[in-house]
C-alpha cells in the first residue's frame, strides 16, 4: 500500500481490525482473557496493561484517525484526561486551561490538582493572548477546548500550538465535539488529542470510554501513569466501541450536515434570539473555524425569546430528546444552567453569557423536516 492513502471511511472500516485466522469471520474476534501466558510471548498481556488484543488493535484505529504513532483506550473521557494530566504533570509544575472547559474536566483540577501540589490558572478568555498571558516560568502543559461547551466559541489551534513550541510547553486538546471527522489537531501543531469516546465515537448513546492518541513517546509516559491508575476499558466494551467506530465517517458527517441546516433554519425563526454555531458567517470566528475545521461539528445552541419558558419547550418536543450527554444519532437538547452549569451561581452564568433561555442542541442523523417540525410545534404548544 506503499505511497497510497486511505480515505476516512476505509480507516473506520478497517483499520485495527483483528484477523480471524483460525475461522476466518469477517469481523474482529472478541478475547475477553484477562490472564495470558508469560513464557516465550513478546508482549506480557493484561487488561490494566491496555495491551490485550482488542485494546492494542482499536488504538490503532483512533491513532490512524488522529495522524498520530500511538494512542490508548480508556474507561471514560476523563479517566483519559485524568491520566494524561498525571502524567505530564508533577508537584509544583502548572496547567493552564481555558476557561471555558468541560464540566467534569474543571472538577477534576479543583477538587484533585491542590491534593498532588500542581498549580492551574484557568485563562480569562479563548484567544491566544489570553493562554500567553497565563503562562508562569512553571508551566508544563496548556489544554485547550474547541469549539467549547455550550457556547461554540472557537480557539486558534495553531497559534496555541506554536505559543507551546515557543516557550518549550506541551499542548493538549479535548477534540470530543469535533470528532476527528472534522478536525485533527495533531496537524496543527497539538502535541497530544484525547477523546471522550463516550461521544461521537461511540455514538449511539451506549457506551462509556476514552482515548488519548500521541506520538510513541508520549503515549509511553501516559502507558507508565495509566497502568498505575487503572482507568483501561473491558474488551467487551472495546469491541463494542470498534463495532461503532466503522461508522464514524457516516455518522458525523451526516449529523455536521444536518446541524449547518438546523443552525440555518433556527437563525431565521423568529421565535429563537441567538444560535451559536460556528458554521454561520455571524459567528465570530467563522473564518478561523473553517481555517482549522473540515466541517463545523454537529452540536450548536440557541436562545429561545425571552417571553418564551425553555422547560416548558423542552417538554413540548415529541422526536428530540432532553437528554444529557451528546453525540448520539438521536438528536438531544439541554438546558445548560440546569445541568453542565447548575453548580454555578447566576451572576457566574451571566459573566459567561449562559443565560436560562440557551438551549444545547446535539444534532441527530434524523431526517431535516422531521427535526425541524418537531421545534415549530414545540413553540406553537407554548402559546
Ligand atoms: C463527556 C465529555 C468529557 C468526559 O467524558 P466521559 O466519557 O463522560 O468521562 C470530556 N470532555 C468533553 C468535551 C465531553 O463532552
Known sequence: MSGHKLGLNTICTHIGEIKDEQFKGAVSPIYLSSSYEFFDVDVKRYPRYFNTPNQEYLAKKIAALEHTEAAMIFGSGMAAISTMFLAFLRQGDHLVVQNTLYGGTVNFIKEEFPKYGIEFTFTNGYKVEDFDAAIQSNTKL?????????????????????????????????????????????????????????????????????????????????????????????????????????????????????????????????????????????????????????????????????DLDAEQFQKELKLI???????????????????????????????????????????????????????????????
Open 142 to 306: 496548556i489544554h485547550i477546548e474547541t469549539p467549547s461547551n455550550p457556547l461554540l466559541t472557537i480557539t486558534d489551534i495553531m497559534a496555541v500550538a506554536e505559543l507551546g513550541k515557543s516557550k518549550n510547553i506541551l499542548t493538549s486538546i479535548d477534540n470530543t465535539f469535533a470528532s476527528p471527522v472534522n478536525q485533527n489537531p495533531i496537524d496543527l501543531g497539538i502535541d497530544m488529542v484525547m477523546h471522550s469516546a463516550t461521544k461521537y465515537f461511540g455514538g449511539h448513546s451506549d457506551i462509556c470510554a476514552g482515548a488519548v492518541a500521541s506520538s510513541n513517546e508520549h503515549i509511553e509516559r501516559i502507558w507508565n501513569v495509566g497502568k498505575n491508575l487503572g482507568g483501561s476499558l473491558s474488551d467487551m466494551t472495546v469491541w463494542m466501541l470498534e463495532r461503532s467506530m466503522k461508522t464514524l465517517g457516516l455518522r458525523v458527517k451526516a449529523q455536521t450536515k444536518n446541524a449547518m441546516k438546523m443552525a440555518r433554519w433556527l437563525d431565521k425563526h423568529p421565535k429563537i434570539s441567538r444560535v451559536y454555531y460556528p458554521g454561520l458567517k455571524s459567528h465570530p470566528e467563522y473564518k478561523l473555524a473553517k481555517s482549522q475545521m473540515k466541517g463545523f461539528g454537529a452540536m450548536l445552541s440557541f436562545e429561545l425569546i425571552g
Open 321 to 383: 430528546k432532553s437528554s444529557m450527554s451528546l453525540a448520539g444519532i438521536e438528536s438531544t437538547l439541554l438546558s445548560p444552567h440546569l445541568t453542565s452549569h447548575a453548580l454555578l451561581t447566576q451572576e457566574e452564568r451571566d459573566k459567561i453569557g449562559i443565560s436560562d433561555q440557551l438551549i444545547r442542541f446535539s444534532v441527530g442523523i434524523e431526517n431535516i423536516k422531521d427535526l425541524k417540525h418537531d421545534i415549530s410545534q414545540a413553540i406553537t404548544a407554548l402559546k
